[in-house]
Structure formats: structure tokens, C-alpha cells
């Protein structure tokens, strides 16, 4: 047991400023969505293996981690699969569960298995740890929060305006300058209608979603080798140089589809919302980008995604509506919209931008030394006034040179520190040091709690 | 798919009213946590199998949920043992991770790894959950956070102190009256020397750990039973039956363990922490059990217990005193002491007693009904005022029938709902209903903020 210990890889220690300004996101996101209406569940983080896969692609199904079975597992497993290595089908023998991969999936079985306790509309939100097996590198671990907000049951657009003021406050709480980007899954097919490849959606999504990362030839270039025509891809061209106002992209897009129903109303849906939200005012940036994807095989009208305008990071919110979270389930045509804050990400834009409010390390308000035994006596009688005030205090627990104790509360950074020797003993008083100025005042435990109040 | 989806034996789904009265249990727990100076940490879920494997006795390492690898698990299994059923064995060769039993483990595991880093003593709080593959009955779940708090690197008694008026605080918070019952192991050890079997320790305090239960009879059967000599048996009765107030206790005990240097030195700690905490006063009853053992193999000093007194529900926290947190780590020599909280029976303690506080469940303040597209739009308006102003808001989505959104309103017990018709538009103003009274009132936006400001 020499061998220093370690955690898995792709998984985290937090330390206690980490934890701190973690918990300063979750509880700012928290309090947004409750102001809105929201109302917290949580599921457990282990869920039955018949629930999560087939339900993330067969990639997804290789990233789920399972869970052996208790007990004699052996006694289910086939020994011949097992001999002839077939990993896949011993594994479905010999695990029954797995730690959830995101939110979605365990809502919508909540959804399904409560559907008769729940009134709908229904809106939730979550935060909560998910896990996935993927090879771990960066900015992407193996454990991370998902902090998600849906509303299903309604396919009315207020949930869209709403989710967009949502996500508006939660970033101006931050203090981070974003750009909300907006599509509409219905444009795309309209787009896919129009340039005669309806059959080819899937394709062309997937390379005009990369448009701002390889550039105008490259996205060509992948639609040739998946398959359009050479006048399909000329046709696209508007399309994805479209530029002007909301309204000017709204108004060219509108006449590009003209010959698509859905397209059309798509671009009906983008106007709504779009036009309702900026009549509200809001702080973001709203964009459209009719290149907009995101998890095109699951969203069916409204597309969101959030960037931050100051720190080149990837998407920090995103979401959509779905039109059948719970068919799967065997609860076909609820509809409903989402949206998922991703914390790390988040995390990291704070201390990019240095954003972390300093209370949000919360340090105590200050340390009492530890001189002896009828000295620590009276510092814990007014240590207990000052919790009673509010004031989060602490005692030194050992009775340790003097250098040391006030060294772990400069460590710690805790800004009054406060001092009962014997002479202070005999007066009742104390001596409060400020410990960014330097300045000892000897007060009275009611003078100090007034200072410390302010 | 059309069989119902339903969770694993032994986890729960929260709904949002237990989820909100579960954060109202982890909040007031975290606020006192934070006033008396304790600092936050988080560990993953998941640690290494040579981290958790035989730090719970045999019996705990069958309890521990283990984590298939990933990829080609087989390639590592040896088909010999897997052909003779060795799951242990094989389990260790296609696991290399588990799910956490406990917090404590992973905390020493943490002040192991993280040593450089930390300052002692280092005082810190984890409310997290924990797995175990226990078998599921009324009361005892597979997955549950636990709330600790512990202080390392120190053995001043002032920690003790600070932790029962910690205690003490807490339910104070959550309006539940408890008995804290101490005890010390060096009282145990002493007891188990002056009965002339210091090796019998461990039989002496699992025997009279039961005496609440079983009563006396059976606990000296037991002991009988274990190898105690009548004799020993006999010289216990006096300990086991010890009556008065804590002084006299402590005076009674004192004598009859005066051969005991270890036994007296327990009561000399005990005496000191009940003394400076009751001359610190507490709500609490502070009350001694000297047969109360609790993990007696891991606390070396003070054990504590909590019991709620107007519910029959076993020990809602405890804790104690240990001397070798991270020697098995190979950090050897490092003091703590450290609380648990149970937060299902507190859960259950407030539910039996009713006191949970009508705001925990914080339902929207105020719900405004849809009557069409250019009333919602005002509706958006006003909302957004109002949760400017701090009052959570929230818009019915669809323009549905005018019953079914005032049910929604009543089923989520949303206080007040707001109505804006074609009328209320003309006028710029609202009609506020108390949903209680009944009452209606037409009132502009910035009135209705007023009222329900209040």
C-alpha cells in the first residue's frame, strides 16, 4: 500500500475552490430554472441496461459503463460466447445495469413510468452526474454534470421563447457575453427538399454542420463524396452565404424554400420565436445559423446552441425540440423542448474570464486562535454568538504556536482573525486582526460581530 | 418496448416535491457545514478497486458495485477460474473499478493523494452519494447520499466540541428534537481490561451494543457465549446498569475502571467535551451510553450517536474519533474526528413529524394563463418583470381550455394565477387570482408585484 493512491482516469478530485464555484454554477442554474417554473427531479444513477441501449447509436452502446452483477454472475453467462470471446453478448449476461449516459434517457423513462402521478405540461430540471466511457482527453472526462430544463407535453413555441430567456439569464447572472445560435430542424428538411435530396438529409446536415470549422470547400467537396449532385451543391450555395439582419435571412431563406412545405414552416417557427424573444429584449446576441445541426436524429424543430463571444470553447448550451422523447417507451407523441448547460465548459469560461465571484469560495469570516484551554473557552462562547449572527467562524482546534495558526488561516484566506490571550481573557474582549491591512483593534464580542457584519 | 420501464431493486426516483424537500435536508446541512468553517469537497463515483477492496471487511467487499472494463474485458479473465466459478477472482480480472461504498474511504484516499496540497488540519465536508449492493428493504436503499463532515490532522478535543454543537445546530435548523449519545472507546477498552479480557474487546462491545435491543439477559448470554467468564460477566453488571446525572455517571465509571489507565483516560475526555459543551449550551439531550459502540474496529477516542426523540427510527448521525485515517494509504499517524448524517432517516424523521417548511416544495409564485397569441405576449412582458423582481413566473404554454389550465395551476399549487384577456390587454393591467381565497382583483403589473412581494 505504498504506491500513492489514485482515481480513474478521465475521472476528478474537486478540490474545496473547485467545489465552491461548481456548486456557485449549479446553484445559479438551479435558481434561474426555479424562477421559471421548473421543477427538480433526480434518477438514479444506475438504470437498467434494457433502458439506456439501443437508445445512443451502437458507438454510444460501446460507452455506457456496466455494472457487474452481484453475486454468482457466472451462473448466467454462456461459456461458450465467453471462449469464443464475444464480448458484447457476454457482457449483456453478466450485467443487468449501467451508470446513465446523459439526462434525456432516464427522463423520458421517469416520464413513461410515472406518466399517472404527472400533470403535463411537464417541466423538470435536473443536475445530475452522467458517465461515459469515452477515451479521456482535455475537457472531456468520464464523469461530468448535465444540468437540463425541458418542458414536455406542449408543442407550443412559448416554451421556446421562454427556454431562450432562460438561457439569457443564466449567462447575464454569469457575467458572460454570449450569441445564442438558432435553427429549426424543419428548414433543414426543406433545405434537403429543395435541393431534390430529401432521402439525403442526414448527409447533408452532417456536412454543413461543419461549415465554420473546414470552410466553404471542404463542407462541397464532403457533399459530392456523400453522394449529391453537382447542381444539388451548386443550388446550396445561397443558401449558406445568406447573410443581413434576422429578419433578411429569414426573408431569402423564405423564398429559397418556397417550393417546401416544411421548409416553410420551419422558417414560420424561426420568425415566431425569434421575433417574440427580441420583443422581450434580451442580453445574448441572437443569431440564426441555418447550417445548425446538433444531434440532427433527435431534434425536429427548434435547434439551440450557445457560444461564448469572449473565449474560443466550443458549444456551452444547447438543446431542441423532440417530438417523441417517450415513443421508445411505449408513450408515443409527447412533444417537448430542452435545454442542457454544460458546466466544465461553463467552469472553464469563468476562469478564462476570471468571472468567479469571490464569495463564491466562501472562506470562514474569521479565525479565533487557539491560546488554551479557558482562552478557547471563551472564544467558542463568542464563536457561538457569531453563528448565531450569521457569521461563519471556526477556533484553531489545537493550542500550536502562534505563526502557525495564523499561516493556516492565511492559507486558507480567511480575512479577520481573532485573538484571546489572557489579557483579553480578563477584560471579556478580543483582538480582531484584519488580515489583508494588518490593522488589531481590541473590541468588545459585540463590537466585532458589528465590524464583521458590514 | 411496451412493457413499463422501470429503475433497479433498490433505487428511487425523486419527484419534485421529494426532490426539493431533499435539497431542503442537503442545503441546511451545507449552510451549517459552511458557518462552522468546513469546506467542500467532491470525489468521483467511481475509484479504483485496489482503493475500496478490503477496507470493509469481507462482507463489505461482496456489497461493493463493480465496474466491467471497457473494450475486451475477456482478454484479461483466466477461463480456468471462470470455468470453476471463481467470481471473486474473475470479478477482479474484468473490474478494475467500483462504485463508492462510502465518503470515508475516498476522503482518506484524497488526503493521501492530495497531501501536498492540503493545509492540516483540514476540515471538510462531502455530501455525496454512495452505492451498495445490499439487499433492498423498507428503509435501506442501493444508492444514498451521506452528509460528513470530518476534521483531520488534529486530536484537540475542541473538535469534538465544535462537531455536537455542529449536531446540535443542524436539528435545531430542521425543528427535530434529539438525544446525542456519547461514549469513548478508550472507556470500552478500559471496560474489556477490568473485566480481565482485554483480547475480548471486540465480543464485549458487540454484545452490549445490543443491549437496547435484546436487553440485558440475551447480552450476557451472548457474552457467556463469546468465551466470558461468569465472573467477567458478573463484574459487568455494575458498568451496564450505571443510573444519575453525567457527573455521577462519569464519578461511578471512574472508580470502577480506576485499575484501567486507558478506561480513565476515556473518561477524562469524555468529561471534558460534555463539560465545555453543555457551559456552551445546547438544545440537545447530551447523554452518555457506555455500551454504545458503532464501527468499533475504526473509532480509537469519543463515538457519537444521534437519535430523533418523537420518532422510533434508528440513529440519525453519528460519528467518532479515529487515529488512522490514511495508514492503510500509507500516510500513517493522521488523527480525525468526523460526523455523519443520514439524510433518508432525517427525510423520514421531518415527513413523520410534518416539519417540513411549506417553502422547500417552492412551487411558482404565480402562473398566468394563455388566452391567445397577443395576450401571451403581454403575459411574457409582465412575467419578465416579475422575476426581475425576484418572483418566480411562469406562462401556461398552450391556449388550451381555461378549466384545464386553472387545474394545472391547482394541481401544482401554484398560489396565485394571473389572467389577461382581451379586456386586461385594452387596459394594460391583469386580473390577480388568490387561489386560496378565490379572490379576484384587476391590478396593473407593477401593483400585482407589489402583493405578491409580500
Same mark, same amino acid.
Given at each position: 500500500?505504498?504506491?500513492?493512491?489514485?482515481?480513474?482516469?478521465?475521472?476528478?478530485?474537486?478540490?474545496?475552490?473547485?467545489?465552491?464555484?461548481?456548486?456557485?454554477?449549479?446553484?445559479?442554474?438551479?435558481?434561474?430554472?426555479?424562477?421559471?417554473?421548473?421543477?427538480?427531479?433526480?434518477?438514479?444513477?444506475?438504470?437498467?441496461?434494457?433502458?439506456?441501449?439501443?437508445?445512443?447509436?451502437?458507438?454510444?452502446?460501446?460507452?455506457?459503463?456496466?455494472? =457487474? !452483477?452481484?453475486?454468482?454472475? @457466472? #451462473?448466467?453467462?454462456?461459456?461458450? /460466447?465467453? %471462449?469464443?470471446?464475444?464480448?458484447?453478448?457476454?457482457?449483456?449476461?453478466?450485467?443487468?445495469?449501467?451508470?446513465?449516459?446523459?439526462?434525456?434517457?432516464?427522463?423520458?423513462?421517469?416520464?413513461?413510468?410515472?406518466?399517472?402521478?404527472?400533470?403535463?405540461?411537464?417541466?423538470?430540471?435536473?443536475?445530475?452526474?452522467?458517465?461515459?466511457?469515452?477515451?479521456?482527453?482535455?475537457?472531456?472526462?468520464?464523469?461530468?454534470?448535465?444540468?437540463?430544463?425541458?418542458?414536455?407535453?406542449?408543442?407550443?413555441?412559448?416554451?421556446?421563447?421562454?427556454?431562450?430567456?432562460?438561457?439569457?439569464?443564466?449567462?447575464?447572472?454569469?457575467?458572460?457575453?454570449?450569441?445564442?445560435? =438558432? !435553427?429549426?430542424?424543419?428548414? @433543414? #428538411?426543406?433545405?434537403?427538399?429543395? /435541393?431534390? %435530396?430529401?432521402?439525403?438529409?442526414?448527409?447533408?446536415?452532417?456536412?454543413?454542420?461543419?461549415?465554420?470549422?473546414?470552410?466553404?470547400?471542404?463542407?462541397?467537396?464532403?457533399?459530392?463524396?456523400?453522394?449529391?449532385?453537382?447542381?444539388?451543391?451548386?443550388?446550396?450555395?445561397?443558401?449558406?452565404?445568406?447573410?443581413?439582419?434576422?429578419?433578411?435571412?429569414?426573408?431569402?431563406?423564405?423564398?429559397?424554400?418556397?417550393?417546401?412545405?416544411?421548409?416553410?414552416?420551419?422558417?414560420?417557427?424561426?420568425?415566431?420565436?425569434?421575433?417574440?424573444?427580441?420583443?422581450?429584449?434580451?442580453?445574448?446576441?441572437?443569431?440564426?445559423?441555418?447550417?445548425?445541426?446538433?444531434? =440532427? !436524429?433527435?431534434?425536429?424543430?427548434?435547434?439551440?446552441?450557445?457560444?461564448? /463571444?469572449?473565449?474560443?470553447?466550443?458549444?456551452?448550451?444547447?438543446?431542441?425540440?423532440?417530438?417523441?422523447?417517450?415513443?421508445?417507451?411505449?408513450?408515443?407523441?409527447?412533444?417537448?423542448?430542452?435545454?442542457?448547460?454544460?458546466?466544465?465548459?461553463?467552469?472553464?469560461?469563468?476562469?478564462?474570464?476570471?468571472?468567479?465571484?469571490?464569495?463564491?469560495?466562501?472562506?470562514?469570516?474569521?479565525?479565533?486562535?487557539?491560546?488554551?484551554?479557558?482562552?478557547?473557552?471563551?472564544?467558542?462562547?463568542?464563536?457561538?454568538?457569531?453563528?448565531?449572527?450569521?457569521?461563519?467562524?471556526?477556533?484553531?482546534?489545537?493550542?500550536?504556536?502562534?505563526?502557525?495558526?495564523?499561516?493556516?488561516?492565511?492559507?486558507?484566506?480567511?480575512?479577520?482573525?481573532?485573538?484571546?490571550?489572557?489579557?483579553?481573557?480578563?477584560?471579556?474582549?478580543?483582538?480582531?486582526?484584519?488580515?489583508?491591512?494588518?490593522?488589531?483593534?481590541?473590541?468588545?464580542?459585540?463590537?466585532?460581530?458589528?465590524?464583521?457584519?458590514?
Amino acid at each position: 500500500m505504498a504506491q500513492k493512491p489514485s482515481i480513474p482516469k478521465g475521472t476528478r478530485d474537486f478540490s474545496p475552490l473547485e467545489t465552491a464555484r461548481r456548486n456557485y454554477i449549479f446553484d445559479t442554474i438551479r435558481d434561474v430554472f426555479r424562477l421559471y417554473g421548473f421543477r427538480p427531479i433526480e434518477t438514479p444513477a444506475m438504470e437498467n441496461l434494457s433502458t439506456l441501449m439501443g437508445k445512443y447509436g451502437d458507438e454510444g452502446d460501446k460507452l455506457l459503463f456496466k455494472i =457487474l !452483477n452481484s453475486g454468482d454472475f @457466472l #451462473a448466467k453467462a454462456d461459456h461458450e /460466447l465467453i %471462449a469464443t470471446g464475444e464480448t458484447a453478448r457476454v457482457a449483456s449476461q453478466i450485467c443487468e445495469k449501467g451508470l446513465r449516459y446523459d439526462l434525456t434517457v432516464p427522463f423520458a423513462r421517469y416520464v413513461v413510468q410515472h406518466r399517472a402521478e404527472l400533470q403535463f405540461p411537464f417541466k423538470r430540471f435536473q443536475i445530475q452526474p452522467v458517465w461515459r466511457a469515452d477515451r479521456p482527453q482535455k475537457g472531456r472526462y468520464r464523469e461530468f454534470y448535465q444540468c437540463d430544463a425541458d418542458i414536455v407535453g406542449s408543442d407550443s413555441l412559448a416554451n421556446e421563447i421562454e427556454l431562450l430567456q432562460l438561457i439569457d439569464e443564466v449567462f447575464t447572472r454569469f457575467g458572460i457575453r454570449i450569441a445564442i445560435k =438558432l !435553427n429549426n430542424r424543419k428548414v @433543414l #428538411a426543406g433545405i434537403a427538399e429543395t /435541393l431534390g %435530396a430529401a432521402d439525403k438529409i442526414i448527409d447533408i446536415t452532417v456536412a454543413i454542420d461543419k461549415l465554420d470549422k473546414i470552410g466553404i470547400e471542404q463542407v462541397n467537396a464532403e457533399l459530392i463524396e456523400r453522394g449529391l449532385t453537382p447542381e444539388a451543391v451548386e443550388r446550396l450555395q445561397p443558401i449558406l452565404s445568406i447573410s443581413g439582419s434576422i429578419d433578411e435571412r429569414l426573408d431569402t431563406i423564405e423564398s429559397l424554400l418556397a417550393d417546401s412545405p416544411t421548409g416553410l414552416l420551419g422558417v414560420k417557427e424561426l420568425r415566431e420565436v425569434t421575433a417574440a424573444t427580441l420583443a422581450l429584449g434580451l442580453n445574448a446576441e441572437l443569431d440564426l445559423d441555418f447550417s445548425l445541426a446538433r444531434g =440532427l !436524429n433527435y431534434y425536429t424543430g427548434t435547434i439551440i446552441e450557445v457560444k461564448a /463571444l469572449d473565449v474560443a470553447i466550443g458549444s456551452i448550451t444547447g438543446g431542441g425540440r423532440y417530438d417523441n422523447l417517450t415513443g421508445v417507451f411505449g408513450m408515443p407523441g409527447i412533444s417537448g423542448v430542452g435545454i442542457s448547460f454544460g458546466a466544465d465548459r461553463i467552469y472553464d469560461v469563468l476562469t478564462a474570464l476570471e468571472l468567479f465571484p469571490e464569495e463564491s469560495a466562501r472562506p470562514t469570516t474569521i479565525m479565533f486562535a487557539n491560546l488554551g484551554t479557558p482562552e478557547a473557552a471563551m472564544a467558542m462562547k463568542v464563536i457561538k454568538q457569531m453563528r448565531q449572527a450569521g457569521i461563519s467562524a471556526e477556533i484553531y482546534p489545537d493550542n500550536t504556536k502562534m505563526k502557525k495558526q495564523m499561516g493556516w488561516a492565511d492559507d486558507h484566506k480567511i480575512p479577520y482573525v481573532a485573538i484571546i490571550g489572557e489579557t483579553e481573557l480578563s477584560q471579556n474582549k478580543l483582538t480582531l486582526k484584519n488580515m489583508s491591512t494588518g490593522e488589531q483593534t481590541l473590541v468588545s464580542p459585540e463590537e466585532a460581530i458589528d465590524i464583521l457584519k458590514k
